[in-house]
């Protein structure tokens, strides 16, 4: 089932991935879409108490897609409990050696 990870507008620490969820070959533009909210704390425990299925990471949280219009629906939930949100790259430095 595919994952979307959520994580924080504010926070300044770069999202890292296992090696393994690298591709064998990526160009400098790689990226993972992900859901940026003002307030995680807050967003967790709504999606939480509305029954949406979330994984916690370490450093982030993913929502377990079932299907392709739980994300808008997401979204709205959010904003219309005013919880900024966006859909944005969270991979912000991708080591190229």
Excluded: W
Excluded at 12 to 22: F, G
């Amino acid at each position: 089932m595919p994952r979307l990870p959520i994580v924080s507008n504010e926070s300044n620490a770069s999202i890292c991935l296992p090696n393994s969820s690298l591709p064998a070959f990526y160009m400098e533009d790689y990226t993972v879409l992900g859901l940026r909210v003002s307030n995680l704390g807050a967003a967790v425990r709504l999606l939480e108490k509305n029954g949406i299925a979330l994984i916690n990471k370490n450093e982030y949280i993913e929502l377990s897609v079932e299907k392709s219009e739980q994300i808008p629906h997401v979204i709205q939930l959010l904003k219309a409990n005013h919880i900024s949100c966006d859909i944005a790259d969270i991979v912000e430095h991708v080591y190229q050696g």
